[in-house]
């Protein structure tokens, strides 16, 4: 996986034109206020960005995504606070900032000529590979002229179609489809049904979409990758300097910014019921006080916090993920505090602050509902949020099935990943997939702790 800058082809520095660009502009004069004094008079910092995995969605506990991560590092470095605003599509995003409607776009935006017509980007904060991308028992596709009369579609306008066409020059016969108002994960998905033969996709595309379509196979790669970039005002020299000096110091305190959102979560460990058998003995004597204390303060069973504990962290106190949820319970920093956890390292206030998340979303779950449905909804609201839990409930009902059960609701979750559906959905992108397993895990988990404890007891308690 490459990494913020992290990449094969990362020594290259970055863009001659870029840098030229700046100078020139260094040299004019401009009667509209810079984007920082701009957002200093407006008191926010206004990121155009797009409702994606690869940008910007709404998390189990707030917004999330690479994008997010970066734009709100830098509105804090200037003294801002971050107001991101969702447009329909990358282009949309940049055209915001064409106009003046927002100080910069982070969308997932690739270099291209077309959109260098009316903005700049700034120096590149990643570069990726671009994969031809086909579905397993298809026609083998071994190199470049294996294309010859194929039929590949990529989303019109976009840096995957500047590269087809490169290469259409080379390749007879080479059939290229530019389709408006998709995005890749579309595509992709395409692809996996058997409606197209093949598409284009970049790195991080593509590992967002194997979960849930592992048929999905790289042919063979492009020789020449995306430059990842934000859009930037052509008339501000100033912004441009800032986020370049911004971009070198990430580069060397935090290189795996980015990475970090498309690498598999090893704390998600489809086939671990059985590990957990042998640390029943070795590791929960010690924490079972702690889960059974909580579990008596928010009238819960020990057992579901302590299948949650497993999942999130192998009852691990020191537990740290890629993207800095921390402790035995995987905490954000903004949930702990909510909670009044003030050190997500310290097991006790971990289970307590996980006990009452897990309590408040039982609360909100209608009270119609009846167990254990109700409990596995609310598990699937622990780890998603309770939004995206609302959004595959509506989606369920419209498809006539029941949003009260946790056996349909479970269908459609992993379709939050999907465009074609979660765009139809009043908070957009979500790992749904994930949050299916993720309560199957528990359950399988907490199956295995009921056998062990039918009682609710695991033998006397320590101390």
């Known amino acids: ?58 998390g189990a506990h707030g917004p999330e995504g690479p994008e997010y991560a970066l734009a709100s590092r830098f509105a804090r470095s200037l003294g801002l606070r971050l107001e991101m605003i969702e447009y329909p599509s990358a282009a949309a995003a940049i055209s915001a900032v064409a106009h003046g409607r927002a100080h910069i776009a982070a ?64 390749v007879p016969d080479l059939h290229i489809s530019e389709v408006p108002n998709v995005s890749t994960l579309d595509l992709l998905d395409r692809v996996w049904s058997g409606e197209l033969d093949a598409t284009v996709a970049d790195r991080n595309e593509f590992f967002l979409t194997r979960p849930y379509h592992p048929e999905l196979r790289i042919a063979f790669n492009l020789p020449t990758p995306d430059e990842l970039a934000w859009a930037l005002p052509k008339d501000d020299p100033d912004i441009v300097l800032r986020v370049a000096s911004y971009f070198s110091e990430l580069e060397r305190i935090e290189p795996d910014i980015v990475a970090r959102y498309y690498e598999p979560d090893e704390r998600y460990d489809y086939a671990g019921a059985r590990a957990l058998v042998r640390d029943l003995q070795d590791r929960l004597p010690a924490i079972r006080p702690l ?77 119609r509902i009846p167990e254990p449905d109700r409990t596995w909804l609310a598990l699937a609201a622990y780890n998603i949020g309770y939004a995206h839990l609302e959004d595959a409930r509506v989606l369920a ?8 059960s946790w056996l349909d609701v479970r269908d459609f979750l992993p379709l939050l990943s999907s465009a074609p559906w979660y765009e139809r959905t009043k908070h957009g992108y979500a790992r749904g997939w994930e949050a299916a397993r993720f309560v199957d895990n528990v359950r399988s988990y907490l199956d295995v702790l009921e056998w062990a404890a039918p009682s609710g007891v695991l033998g006397p308690a320590p101390g």
Request: hydrophobic fraction near 45%; include cysteine.
């Open 1 to 58: 996986m490459f990494g913020l800058f992290r990449l094969p082809e990362s020594g290259l520095p970055w863009r001659v034109p870029t840098a030229v660009a700046v100078l020139a502009l260094l040299g004019t004069c401009t009667v509209r206020p810079g984007v920082v004094s701009q957002a200093h008079t407006v008191g926010a910092l206004r990121v155009a960005t797009y409702n994606s995995p690869t940008a910007y969605y709404l």
């Open 107 to 170: 969308a997932g935006l690739a270099v291209t000529p077309e959109w260098q017509r009316t903005i700049l980007f700034s120096r590149p904060y990643q570069r990726v590979k671009l994969h031809i991308v086909h579905r397993r028992g298809a026609p083998r596709l071994t190199g470049l002229q294996a294309l010859s009369g194929r039929h590949i579609a990529v989303v019109a306008g976009s840096a995957h179609a500047y590269a087809l066409r490169d290469l259409a020059k080379s």
């Open 291 to 367: 889960f059974e204390h909580a579990a008596r303060e928010f009238h819960q069973d020990w057992r579901i916090l302590a299948a949650i504990g497993y999942q999130e962290s192998r009852w691990n106190a020191d537990a740290v993920s890629r993207t800095r949820v921390r402790g035995l319970m995987m905490l954000t920093e903004d949930t702990a505090g909510s909670f009044g956890v003030a050190n997500r390292n310290n097991a006790a206030e971990s289970i307590h602050g996980g006990a009452a998340f897990l309590a408040q979303m039982q609360e909100t779950i209608p009270d």
């Open 397 to 404: 009902e419209s498809a006539g099935r029941d949003p009260d």
